[in-house]
């Protein structure tokens, strides 16, 4: 199973290390190239996928793998997120994410989607799910956690001075859910912190704390086992936090405002607290998930429910986010 994902993987990791130098058009060429490489030709069902901006229990199983990748549109900025994940035991996968600008656009900082940086970032994230309990036939009660370490590969615009230094990241978070045949619910949070360089630079990215409860029903005249297709709606509502980021403007020449406006004052440290940072909002809507053979297709839309920026930074009013994944499921063959 695992030699005959190395192609697919190989691939994805040259759009990693290439992707955000490509012209849109042979990027998602590449992409979807990839997600249509089958295994052995043969069709498999597919598993391991949940809801498209919140948290949920889903795991691969032991050998199983997927390639994909994601829309995410938000504030007029557009990202595309290639990711890998493989199943290490029945109940522990382990999966590589990069999703970078495609116009290079600013927009609001903060992780937005569960399972996948909101800035231009490479992350390796495990998910382990710790706890997996039938409470009757076809139900079970479900938690999964993860962690996991990410590093920024693309400057962020921002309108309050020149980009931010790169800084690695910290992410960990929880889920847990009750999961039905017509019915699946889940709650879950996460923190991402970003941790300083301790020389040359010692500027902050601002913090997350995103929440999110998501309702998922099957529909009985769409709720097929393989080789029939199975679709879900989900209403998801997610709720974050994000913190004030930091400039070190000792290393930097002023860090004031990109429109006219005079810097905050440094510290003691030389270290500038930025006023137009971080924020509060809660977002919900309807999304979808289509799967069919090894395939599976989902999107959907949030809308803006409390939208309250810090200072002067834009509102957002919807986020957009979209996704096709291939599955790769070894103990279905």
Sequence with gaps: MVVECLPSFRVLCWIISQGWNLKRRWLVLIVVTCLLIGVDGKPVGADGHGPIFGFSTTTLGLGDASVGTEYMWRSGASMLGPEFAYGLKENLQISISAPFHVDHGEHPAGRFMALMPGDPSVEVLLGWRFLHSSTGIATRNEATFYAGASALTQQVPRGDGPPLARQPGLY???????????????????????????????????????????????????????????????????????????????????????????????????????????????????????????????????????????????????????GITYYFLGRHK
Excluded at 222 to 238: A, C, Q, V
Excluded at 301 to 317: I, M, S
């Design 172 to 322: 960990g978070a929880l889920a847990v859910g009750h999961v039905a045949r017509s019915y699946d619910l889940w709650i879950g949070g996460g923190y991402q912190h970003y941790a300083r360089w301790t020389s040359n630079v010692d500027d902050h990215q601002s913090d997350t704390l995103l929440t999110s409860f998501v309702a998922g029903w099957r529909p009985s005249f769409l709720n097929g086992d393989y080789p029939s297709s199975d679709f879900r709606i989900f209403l998801e509502t997610t709720a974050e936090k994000v913190g004030l980021a930091q400039r070190d403007i000792s290393a930097t020449s002023g860090g004031g405002d990109l429109h006219g406006g005079p810097p905050p004052p440094p510290n003691a440290n030389g270290i500038v607290t930025l006023p137009n940072s971080g924020g509060t909002g809660v977002f919900s809507g309807p999304t979808f998930l289509l799967t069919h053979r090894s395939v599976a297709v989902q999107g959907g839309v949030l809308f803006a429910l409390l939208d309250q920026p810090n200072g002067t930074q834009k509102h957002e009013h919807y986020r957009v986010g979209a």
